[in-house]
T-cell receptor
Framework: DAMVIQNPRYQVTQFGKPVTLSCSQT?????MYWYQQKSSQAPKLLFH???????NEADTPDNFQSRRPNTSFCFLDIRSPGLGDAAMYLC?????????????FGSGTQLSVL | AQKVTQAQTEISVVEKEDVTLDCVYE???????LFWYKQPPSGELVFLIR??????QNEISGRYSWNFQKSTSSFNFTITASQVVDSAVYFC?????????????FGKGTMLLVSP
């Protein structure tokens, strides 16, 4: 019954080695989000897609990119991971972007950078 | 700019105790929405409740209740007769509604530990 699925659950990469995290959804929602959550901190929005329209947060580093090839899938690419990029990455979806939209989250991918 | 403050970093209680999680927010929007999400050890944030700025009625859902007070910009969450399964990180979040477009601003979360 999982509605927002993230793979893998744990990802280990090396400093500077590109890594891609995956997210898929069965809800047919228009909007997909990527959040970064570091230990004991609030989830921080990196970017989101409304359909194919990409919206980048102003303070998201250029090192982070995203792709949404179709409604169901969204990818987070980290071009050159640094030690500071180790975090939980959460994917979420919503029907729209109105202020009252409820978000549906995946279980996250815990990224370690060695 | 929007801001959500959850002053309690961690709370420990014994099963069956009541516990209140505090949330204070700041926004310039006249229309806004407040949320609580639960993040159990599995990692997935789960929606608990949504409140709009025009509805100050308190809400009760089973052992959960929420107290929204615009006068103090607070949206507190109470768990009655806590259970071990309530152990999780709880996030309060805020989104604006004036522009018809918004994204969530989360607080830092409160970790609740309920021991048997």
């Amino acid at each position: 019954d999982a509605m927002v699925i993230q793979n893998p659950r744990y990802q280990v990469t090396q400093f500077g080695k590109p890594v891609t995290l995956s997210c898929s959804q069965t809800l047919n929602h228009n909007v997909m989000y990527w959040y970064q959550q570091k230990s004991s901190q609030a989830p921080k929005l990196l970017f989101h897609y409304y359909d194919k329209d990409f919206n980048n947060e102003a303070d998201t580093p250029d090192n982070f990119q995203s792709r949404r090839p179709n409604t169901s899938f969204c990818f987070l690419d980290i071009r050159s991971p640094g030690l500071g990029d180790a975090a939980m990455y959460l994917c979420a979806t919503s029907r729209g972007t109105r202020g009252d939209e409820k978000l549906f989250f995946g279980s996250g991918t815990q990224l370690s950078v060695l | 700019a929007q801001k959500v403050t959850q002053a309690q970093t961690e709370i420990s209680v014994v099963e069956k105790e009541d516990v209140t999680l505090d949330c204070v927010y700041e926004t310039r929007d006249t229309t806004y929405y407040l949320f609580w999400y639960k993040q159990p050890p599995s990692g997935e944030l789960v929606f608990l409740i949504r409140r709009n700025s025009f509805d100050e009625q308190n809400e009760i859902s089973g052992r959960y209740s929420w107290n929204f007070q615009k006068s103090t910009s607070s949206f507190n969450f109470t768990i009655t007769a806590s259970q071990v399964v309530d152990s999780a990180v709880y996030f309060c979040a805020l989104s604006g509604g004036n522009s018809g477009y918004s994204t969530l601003t989360f607080g830092k979360g409160t970790m609740l530990l309920v021991s048997p």
